[in-house]
C-alpha cells in the first residue's frame, strides 16, 4: 500500500484506507459509520496493540458456563434445602 494510509475511528475502530494526498483532509472528520467518533491515522503497532486490549477486554466480560451453572445449582440446592426446613418446622410448645 504506498501512497495509502489507513485511518481509524477512535470511538469504534471503524477504519478505511485513504490515499495518503488525502490524508490530511480526512483526519479528523466524524466516522461515517458511529457518527461519534473521529477518524485518524493510526501507526500499524498502536493498531495492533489496541486491537489485541479491545480482544481482552471482550473476554474479560463474559462469564463462563463453567462459572453459571456451579452458581445457579447451589442456589437451586439452598432453596430448595430452605423449602425442606420450612415445610417441617415445627413449633415448640409453649408451658
Given at each position: 500500500?504506498?501512497?495509502?494510509r ?12 485513504v ?43 463474559r ?8 452458581i ?24
Amino acid at each position: 500500500m504506498p501512497g495509502e494510509r489507513k485511518i481509524t475511528c477512535d470511538e469504534c475502530g471503524y477504519s478505511e484506507v485513504v490515499p495518503e494526498s488525502k490524508l490530511i483532509y480526512e483526519e479528523g472528520k466524524t466516522c461515517p459509520k458511529c457518527y461519534k467518533g473521529k477518524m485518524w491515522w493510526v501507526p500499524p503497532a498502536e493498531e495492533a496493540r489496541r486491537r489485541e486490549l479491545k480482544k481482552m477486554l471482550k473476554e474479560e466480560k463474559r462469564i463462563s458456563p463453567a462459572v453459571i451453572i456451579p452458581i445457579g445449582l447451589g442456589l437451586a440446592l439452598a432453596a430448595a434445602i430452605g423449602i425442606y426446613a420450612l415445610a417441617h418446622f415445627e413449633e415448640p410448645e409453649r408451658k
